[in-house]
């Protein structure tokens, strides 16, 4: 075993000559004096993984029982930063009492139930003084064209938060083709928050008009949060996180339900030998699936790698609608704030950049400074 132990990186000689000492006290002097031993020892030393937690366990008992206290310190402050959360909850159903008029005029001005004073309608824009310019040129160019035609003068703000819907990534991708109609019909959504004392959550309320399609006026979606420490891992509390969802029926009228298709089967009788066509309803994709949501696992059993990317995607859809699109939706609808969003996202990347670039541009100051050196390791290993 000593001969395989110290084979890496030790000369035949040496090894031979170690042998013949017959001394296991000389053989291990002789074999450490070695500097091919000694790199081959290092080397693996080096290798070795350092972790955190192979650090702790090296400490004394007694700072290991000081660490103890800190991680019941530490768990304490989960618990108060929970209570933190819970009044910022609190916070947020105060304050969405008092942008509610706001956007119950919002909704109005995009039904065309009210018609906005030239006050409200009032914006400066950048391209103000761009578009005067080409607006004097188009009006000389233009005049015998305006006088015969009158520009068209829609009621409302039509296909808003459709819009939105093929403005958003996240929620264009849940949209079909037979989607669209429908959603042409939502007029608003709305983000209701749980009342004081009860559970953490919020539901979400999407209100149609009239439509041929299903009765519903209001259509809903309420995700249940919890903002508490786990037990059996208080440590990865980050603040309140959604943990479960429910939809609400849906009620279709006769042969409109997108969210179910209609197949033909054949079947053949084992005995007689004849075949018949029978039809069945099989599960479509359709956003309205949104309403009729995977429910979390709540008796301990895990669901599968599909269903938990489903679930988190749900959650995240959820977030997006309560956080960014109810909020900010006239700045979704003109892509403006699809447009900040990426915007960030190039800084972002565009930081990255030049941070490596001045790493790379440290080395080369180094390597200017100093002389070239062989390298010490196989140019394989250079790059970690």
């Not at 991708?173 to 919020?202: A, C, N, T």
């Not at 190039?346 to 080369?364: S, T, V």
């Amino acid at each position: 075993m000593a001969e395989n132990s110290f084979s890496d990186g030790v000369s035949t000689e040496t090894a031979d000559a170690a042998k013949s000492t017959g001394s296991p006290e000389k053989l291990s002097d002789q074999v450490m004096q070695n500097p091919q031993v000694l790199a081959a020892l290092q080397e693996r030393l080096d290798s070795a993984s350092h972790t955190p937690s192979s650090y702790i366990e090296t400490l004394p008992k007694a700072v290991k029982r000081r660490i103890n206290a800190l991680k019941q310190l530490q768990v304490r402050c989960a618990h108060i930063e929970a209570k933190f959360y819970e009044e910022v909850h609190d916070l947020e159903r105060k304050y969405a009492a008092l942008y509610q008029p706001l956007f119950d005029k919002r909704r109005e001005f995009i039904t065309g139930d009210v018609e906005p004073t030239d006050a409200e309608s009032e914006w400066h824009s950048d391209s103000e003084e761009e578009d005067k310019l080409a607006g004097d040129m188009k009006n000389k160019l233009a005049v015998e064209e305006e006088a015969a035609a009158e520009e068209p003068n829609p009621r409302g703000i039509p296909e808003f938060w459709f819009t939105i819907f093929r403005n958003v990534d996240m929620l264009s991708e849940l949209v079909r083709e037979y989607d669209e109609p429908i959603l042409k019909h939502l007029q608003d959504i709305k983000v209701k928050f749980s009342d004081p004392g009860q559970p953490m959550s919020f539901v979400l309320e999407f209100h149609f008009e009239p439509n041929d399609y299903f009765t519903n006026s209001v259509l809903t979606k309420t995700y249940k949060m919890k903002s508490e420490p786990d037990k059996a891992d208080p440590f990865s509390f980050e603040g309140p996180e959604i943990v479960d969802c429910d939809g609400c029926t849906i009620d279709w009228k006769k042969g409109k339900n997108v969210t179910v298709k209609t197949i033909k089967k054949k079947q053949k009788h084992k005995g007689r030998g004849t075949v018949r066509t029978i039809t069945k309803q099989v599960p479509n994709e359709s956003f309205f699936n949104f309403f009729n949501p995977l429910k979390a696992s709540g008796d301990g059993e895990s669901l599968d790698e599909d269903s938990e990317f489903t679930l988190a995607s749900d959650f995240e859809i959820g977030h997006f609608f309560r956080e960014r699109i109810v909020p900010r939706a006239v700045l979704y609808f003109t892509g403006e704030a699809i447009e900040d969003d990426e915007n960030f996202e190039e800084d972002e990347e565009a930081e990255e950049e030049e941070l490596e670039g001045d790493e790379e541009g440290a080395e080369d100051d180094d390597a200017d400074v100093a002389p070239k050196k062989e390298p010490s390791q196989p140019a394989e290993c250079k790059q970690q």
